[in-house]
């Protein structure tokens, strides 16, 4: 099945992309020229590489932007979560 590239620029001051497959969800991205992000915002991210020394993970977060996960800044809930369903 094909991906998809949805982009919803109808408001100048906003533009959000979707990447999809079929009825799911692989990639969003929502940019706006009034909010910059912020330390506390929320991603859908992937683990490219775990840092044991460090006690942390480095993340990609869509195209070509990667940050950097504290494992201290895991919810404890997540945990609890089948390894399946993650």
Known sequence: MANKM???ATHPEET????SRGSRIEEFDFESASRKP?????YLA????????L???FV???GNRHGF????EIHP???QIPVADR
């Open 55 to 57: 006690q942390a993970a």
């Open 16 to 19: 959000r992309v979707v990447v």
């Open 46 to 53: 992937k683990v490219t590489r775990v840092e044991p020394s």
């Open 60 to 62: 990609e977060y869509g």
């Open 77 to 79: 809930d997540y945990y």
């Open 6 to 8: 949805l982009i919803d």
């Open 38 to 42: 912020l330390r506390g915002n929320i």
């Open 69 to 72: 996960l504290a494992f201290s």
